[in-house]
């Protein structure tokens, strides 16, 4: 998959940008504050419907505009042409494809793209909530019934929590939500942890390229609930206390997954480095996972990658990816030496970009 033509209005410091990004390898120059990163944003936009930067969504906005668009044209490896477009006018989001308008889902569905950017160590370093993200994304584009049963799982929760917040005490209004959360709740298991039965194949490949010194890695998956009862016995038996807390407390809203490795055991053993690098070997195994079951490989964003990664694991990555024959967008001050030689590169200048000839 990749993007042909990409067009940006208003956001951030990109005021009406037009780039025709090359197949390959392509990289972003230019000066700190110049627009790069905002670049890369829309097009991880179009694909999550969120930014891969923290904050908040206003902040995309470029100041002093009423409305923002991000418009792509993107080419899959079978020929196939999709027109996709995110906008927001006041406080309001709108997905378009091929023209129509279309719910955020779809255009995420149809538009798979993969980043690695100086926030992706909180992959491993941060809180469970960019780890369920980061696996559901996955499950998104591998089992196409998955959103389904989120969306069911999602509106139980929700039911049940207001029954927690008004105090309800008769247990009968529960149980219809709390059987569908525990059928709900177990599918959604099921699937995560197929999907990250298949992930570590791949990510052992890539910390064996990655991180050797670490020895074998394990992927531990924690459903969010006690293993001993179902989620529906836990629920019931948890009604009291939620209540206290006005939310539910248990479930596969509050599932992690970790990484360990054989001589780093502990998440707390690693370096910022091998945070990094870890990263990129679970991403990397995502976007080949996702191009085993979708013949393709998604589009791969890497923001700054000179100042994430020493010399040795920007060149291992880039050939990686170089052999994947992946859509590659990358970011920085400078063009990394390893890419002198194939790369399309392109000049970012006070939200500005123009074709370096
Ligand atoms: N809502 C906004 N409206 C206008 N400008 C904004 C807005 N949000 C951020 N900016 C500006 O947009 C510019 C682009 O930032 P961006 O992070 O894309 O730059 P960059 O080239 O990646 O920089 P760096 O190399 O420092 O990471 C910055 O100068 C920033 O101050």
Request: hydrophobic share 40%; with cysteine; proline share 3%.
């Amino acid at each position: 998959m990749r993007v042909e033509k990409l067009s940006i209005q208003a956001l951030r410091c990109l005021d009406d940008v037009t780039v025709e990004p090359a197949p390959g390898m392509n990289v972003f120059i230019g000066a700190n504050g110049a627009g790069k990163t905002s670049l890369l944003e829309a097009v991880f936009l179009l694909s999550h419907g969120r930014s891969f930067r923290a904050g908040a969504r206003d902040a995309l906005l470029q100041r002093g505009a009423s409305a923002l668009t991000i418009y792509a044209e993107l080419v899959r490896d079978d020929g196939q042409r999709r027109r996709v477009g995110l906008g927001r006018e006041g406080q309001r989001w709108q997905a378009r494809l091929d023209g129509q308008s279309a719910p955020i889902s779809q255009l995420v569905s149809e538009c798979a793209v993969v980043s690695f950017d100086p926030g992706s160590h909180a992959l491993i370093a941060a809180g469970a909530e960019e780890r369920r993200r980061f696996l559901d994304w996955g499950v998104f584009h591998v089992e196409h019934d998955f959103l389904d049963l989120w969306r069911r799982y999602q509106r139980a929760l929700k039911q049940r929590n207001s029954l927690l917040r008004a105090g309800e005490t008769a247990g009968s209004l529960y149980l219809p939500w709390e059987r569908e959360l525990d059928d709900t709740a177990q599918a959604i298991t099921v699937w995560r942890k197929h999907y990250l039965d298949q992930l570590l194949v791949l990510v052992t490949k890539y910390v064996a390229q990655l991180v050797p010194e670490l020895g074998s890695v394990a992927l531990r998956y924690r459903q969010g609930w006690g293993d001993e009862w179902s989620l529906g016995e836990t629920l019931a038996a948890q009604r009291y206390r939620d209540m206290g807390r006005g939310h539910t407390t248990q479930g596969p809203h509050r599932a992690d997954w970790t990484v360990s490795y054989e001589y780093a055991p502990l998440r707390e053993h690693l370096s910022r480095g091998q945070e990094k690098l870890t990263a990129v070997a679970c991403l990397l195994a995502q976007a080949e996972l996702f191009a085993q079951h979708a013949g393709e490989w998604p589009i791969v964003c890497i923001d700054d990658l000179a100042s994430e990664l020493d010399q040795i694991h920007q060149a291992g990555l880039v050939g990686q990816l170089r052999d994947a024959h992946a859509q590659i967008l990358i970011s920085g001050t400078d063009c990394p030496p390893s890419l002198r030689s194939d790369a399309l590169l392109f000049h970012v200048e006070q939200g500005r970009v123009s074709p370096l000839l």
